[in-house]
């Protein structure tokens, strides 16, 4: 066992009572901005949303699972970037989209079936890819982290606050008009903020040792673009929707992963400092290939072939 693994970050009842309750904000700030059209789009071509979902929980869990075996990393280190690979979308990626000048309205689709199926597929990919790696196994052998119980915190924090979001915009539409943007920038604005308090408490772990999950933050984030574009690619999707399916593979809900790992795993040092790394450094990544992107013109699915 590595030294990192026996490193726990501080964070009291109250403090990830708090995180719960702005994490349930914002999902519910994001559910406002959920149309009907939204999901009749995915009946009308589900292609592309399906191709978002294979890319984000199966393509990009397995390629995490044979990154850890070829960098072999600290086990809490591998446990951390398991559990990012299997949380959903990051609440980010539909702006980087915009941006990118990518479809949006897939990227909404996508988050929206990627956070709702988080509630199962969360635990479950976790579970199947940790269990198949010995260092990862023995971490959830140690802790005994129950699926059930997984899926009910989840449930709670994401499709409790998504529900809730979606009833209120329907009996409310002209409140829900008005509170959109304002209750996005500012549960954006104090995530953020409570992310940097929550590094300023820990700052002397996570000073000596962020300097172990940068590489590795780095190639994983890398590879979830990457694996994103190039899957939409294979499958015959347009650059538009590529550029869409790279985000939403790319960002993911590094948030509900550190509430997981706080929750479950006693906030489990290599885990939480990959956790909180991934949340500053997808930003850091992302807003640079969708300014690059917003410059660079469409490709035509033959040329891009050729």
């Known amino acids: 066992m590595s030294d990192i693994d026996a490193v726990r970050l501080n964070f009291s009842p ?10 349930a904000i914002v999902m519910f700030g994001v559910a406002l901005e959920l149309r009907a059209d939204d999901f009749r789009r995915v009946l009308r071509d589900p292609k592309p949303v399906l191709v978002g979902i294979t890319g ?3 393509v990009f869990p397995a390629l995490t ?5 070829i960098i072999r990393p600290a086990p809490s280190i591998a446990l951390g970037m398991m559990l990012v690979a299997s949380c959903p979308a990051g609440n980010i990626s539909n702006f980087l989209v915009h ?26 990919v976790l579970r199947f890819w940790a269990s198949l ?16 119980e997984m899926f009910v915190t989840i449930f709670v924090l994401l499709g409790l606050p998504l529900t809730l979001g979606v009833l209120a915009a329907r009996r409310w539409p002209t409140w829900a008009a008005r509170a959109r943007v ?3 920038r500012f549960s ?12 300023i408490g820990n700052w002397t772990y996570f000073a000596a040792y962020v300097g172990r999950v940068v590489f590795a933050v780095f190639l994983h984030n890398a590879m979830a673009l990457t694996t994103g574009y190039w899957t939409a690619a294979a499958l015959g999707l347009p650059e538009r929707d590529r550029r869409a399916v790279s985000f939403e593979v790319g960002i993911q809900n590094s948030g509900l992963g550190l509430i997981l790992i706080f929750t479950f795993f006693g906030g489990l040092g290599g885990a939480a400092i990959v956790a909180a790394w991934w ?22 699915i033959g040329e891009a072939a050729s």
């Open 14 to 23: 109250a403090t990830l009572h708090l995180l719960n309750a702005i994490l």
């Open 56 to 58: 984000h929980y199966v």
């Open 65 to 69: 699972f044979l990154l850890v075996l």
């Open 99 to 124: 941006l990118a000048r990518g479809n949006t309205a897939l990227s909404v689709s996508i988050s929206s079936a990627s956070t709702v199926l988080s509630v199962v597929m969360t635990p479950l």
């Open 133 to 148: 790696y010995e260092p990862t196994r023995v971490l959830l052998r140690d802790v005994a982290v129950d699926p059930m």
């Open 182 to 184: 304002p209750l996005k």
């Open 188 to 199: 954006i604005a104090i995530f953020a903020a409570f992310l940097i308090v929550a590094l």
């Open 279 to 300: 949340g500053i450094w997808h930003i850091i990544a992302g807003l640079p290939l969708a300014t690059y992107w917003s410059r660079r013109p469409m490709i035509p």
